[in-house]
């Protein structure tokens, strides 16, 4: 989705751009600088970096850039997005757990308590804001809670809530967050974005497993040149 576009923004695109031009490249910016500040950041610790391709790509070089190649990934599922999250992982080659409640629960704070209590190689949980799958709204604010009290990071997919459903950092905090340009944005399909702490991806040079899909590559060409 959306399956209509508005004629606003299908007009916009009537207009040819130059990749190296600097109104592109000035576009660019506020582009990001537009989706940064829809996160509530004022601070200017959050960074935004746009990635080609489906929600799909952006999600997997959101988990391939931040999550290092000895870390361990906690999947929480309630749909078929969550369970395509760890079956990136897998793809990925990096150790991953599962908490898997079906198509109709949500994961609650107490139990992915439970489980970073149990297993102290888990670095980092990954969570689905809105499983486009089953619908269900996810309990993002309880579980980053319970994330932090421990020690562990959260990456969190909005794909189907940002930009319509809150997700303010400075009352939910996460390391990075992934959502897509024709969602709840109401654009055309063709890239995604990854909001992130700068601090952390300024420490992520060097995990991805790709080339096409290092957000760190990506946000440090675009530091330098703009483009």
């Not at 395509?84 to 992982?89: I, L, P, S, V």
């Not at 991953?96 to 209590?117: C, N």
């Not at 040079?205 to 330098?224: P, T, V």
């Amino acid at each position: 989705g959306p399956l209509t576009t508005a004629f606003s923004t299908k007009e916009a695109m009537l207009k040819d751009w130059g990749s190296w031009d600097a109104d592109f490249r000035a576009m660019t910016k506020s582009i990001c600088d537009q989706l940064v500040a829809l996160a509530g950041d004022t601070s200017g610790e959050l960074v935004c970096v746009p990635m080609q391709g489906s929600g799909t790509f952006a999600v997997e070089a959101m988990l391939g850039t931040f999550v290092p190649r000895d870390g361990k990934v906690l999947v929480l599922a309630n749909g078929a997005y969550g369970l395509r999250a760890a079956e990136t992982m897998r793809y990925l080659g990096r150790a991953h757990t599962l908490i898997d409640k079906g198509d109709y629960m949500p994961p609650r704070g107490d139990e992915v308590g439970a489980t970073l209590d149990a297993d102290p190689g888990i670095t980092h949980v990954i969570a689905i804001h809105c499983e486009t799958s089953s619908g269900i709204l996810n309990p993002v604010a309880e579980i980053s809670e319970v994330v932090y009290a421990r020690g562990r990071k959260l990456l969190i997919d909005s794909m189907s809530a940002f930009g319509a459903i809150d997700l303010d950092v400075n009352r939910i905090r996460y390391e990075a967050m992934v959502s897509s340009a024709n969602k709840c944005i109401e654009g055309v399909p063709g890239f995604g974005f990854v909001v992130a702490r700068r601090s952390e991806l300024e420490a992520a040079r060097g995990n991805s497993h790709s080339l096409a899909l290092d957000l760190h590559a990506q946000w440090a060409y675009m530091e330098k040149t703009g483009q």
